[in-house]
């Protein structure tokens, strides 16, 4: 990383690239902070040398008084916030925040749209740090330190502060667990027409029409047919795009009577979609065409391998409105909700083409398909 020296949140802190120059400091630092699972003077000599991890370092009043270190893996998409320590001489000075907030910065400039962390779950004081900072649990290791102690997961999407994400598109979360593509479908309706107000009943009477009939081992999501012949009907001018023909999502069941019905209820949506002169395109809408889309005002309902957003291999709808430089602007269904089932914020991401680009596969077969949206009546 370039040396650059950036002032944050006070005056007196500095936040730069660390430098070999700064090895005995990192490491009385870290003897400082840490009693166990110490980062060895070997290692920081490792780490301030290579291409795949970026320490910085604050230095409060000219002292070394913090650091953070991070970890890339080429192609990954996501960093690792692997170590992280404060001098307790500033406490209270929130150099851990600013750190914190270089550390993200440093991944995004990489081009990865998450950061991820352990933490040991008896340290309160980080745990509240990354809460306050949004970072979400996602997992545990059991005994994962040298003292046994077991460490909590966290991870947190990453996005630049844009104009385009201030003013995004209305957002829509789904409330049940099978119903990201009726979300996806009520944001492109409000989207295209700015009266749209949907009633309670509106996100599952758009799944009756575009089910599949069933998915896993439980309700049906919505396959591209069935998505761009309900929009179709509500007055939109969709056309698909996908790597394979069809029909889609039938290795999701085991039942042979329920792959022969999702069956029939795509071939359905497929002879539907002739008579409504929906275009269907069998190759994948790859980047350069999206963003063409986007640049004639269209926007995209995207399948995503639902692993990458909800935690679960399923196949999961996202609705993606622009871009900006690398960035894909799109918003996804799967909100955290409150004790209401209301979305606490709205799930709205930049992410980076290179990661939005893997995580549009899905499946053994690697199925890509994106329905391509624009305005029809309410243009």
């Known amino acids: 990383m370039q040396k650059a020296v950036t002032p944050h949140s006070a005056p007196q802190t500095v936040v730069r690239?660390?430098?070999?120059a700064d090895l005995d400091s990192?490491?009385?630092?870290?003897?400082?902070?840490?009693?166990?699972?110490?980062?060895?003077?070997?290692?920081?000599?490792?780490?301030?040398?290579?291409?795949?991890?970026?320490?910085?370092?604050?230095?409060?009043?000219?002292?070394?008084?913090?650091?953070?270190?991070?970890?890339?893996?080429?192609?990954?998409?996501?960093?690792?916030?692997?170590?992280?320590?404060?001098?307790?001489?500033?406490?209270?000075?929130?150099?851990?925040?600013?750190l914190l907030k270089a550390a993200e910065q440093a991944t995004m400039e990489r081009g990865a749209g998450r950061l991820r962390l352990e933490v040991h779950e008896a340290n309160d004081p980080a745990i509240a740090l990354y809460l306050k900072a949004g970072y979400r649990q996602f997992g545990r290791h059991a005994h994962y330190y040298e003292d046994k102690g077991h460490a909590l997961r966290f991870e947190k999407r990453l996005a630049p502060d844009l104009h385009a994400l201030r003013d995004a598109p209305p957002y829509f979360h789904q409330t049940t667990e099978f119903t990201c593509g009726p979300a996806c479908m009520m944001m492109a309706?409000?989207?295209?027409n700015p009266t749209f107000r949907p009633?309670?009943?509106?996100?599952?009477?758009?799944?009756?029409?575009a089910t599949t009939i069933f998915m896993t081992s439980g309700p049906g999501g919505c396959d591209p047919v069935g998505v761009a012949v309900t929009l179709k009907r509500h007055g939109l001018?969709?056309?698909?795009?996908?790597?394979?023909?069809?029909?889609?999502?039938l290795d999701t069941v085991r039942s042979d009577d329920k792959r022969r019905v999702m069956r029939l209820a795509q071939d359905e949506f497929r002879r539907e979609a002739e008579?409504?002169?929906?275009?269907?395109?069998?190759?994948?809408?790859?980047?350069?065409?999206?963003?063409?889309?986007?640049?004639?005002?269209?926007?995209?309902?995207v399948l995503v391998s639902g692993y990458r957003m909800v935690r679960r291999n399923v196949p999961h709808w996202i609705f993606a409105f622009g871009r900006h430089g690398h960035w894909i602007l799109a918003h996804d269904p799967a909100a955290t909700r409150d004790e209401h089932g209301h979305a606490k914020v709205a799930e709205t991401y930049a992410i980076p083409s290179s990661e939005f680009d893997r995580m549009t596969?899905?499946?053994?077969?690697?199925?890509?398909?994106?329905?391509?949206?624009?305005?029809?009546r309410f243009q």
């Open 26 to 98: 990192l490491l009385a630092l870290e003897q400082a902070v840490f009693s166990s699972d110490r980062v060895s003077r070997r290692s920081f000599r490792r780490f301030l040398a290579s291409p795949n991890a970026a320490v910085m370092v604050a230095e409060v009043d000219g002292t070394l008084a913090g650091y953070v270190l991070v970890l890339f893996r080429k192609g990954a998409g996501v960093g690792r916030l692997y170590s992280i320590a404060v001098s307790a001489h500033v406490a209270g000075r929130r150099v851990g925040a600013t």
């Open 361 to 376: 596969r899905f499946g053994r077969d690697g199925l890509r398909a994106a329905i391509l949206i624009r305005k029809g």
């Open 17 to 20: 690239a660390g430098e070999p």
């Open 275 to 301: 008579a409504l002169k929906i275009p269907i395109h069998l190759a994948p809408l790859g980047e350069s065409a999206l963003i063409e889309a986007f640049a004639t005002g269209a926007v995209a309902i």
């Open 189 to 192: 309706l409000a989207w295209a």
């Open 199 to 209: 009633n309670p009943g509106c996100e599952l009477k758009l799944w009756r029409e």
């Open 237 to 249: 001018d969709p056309e698909i795009h996908t790597s394979q023909a069809g029909p889609y999502f």
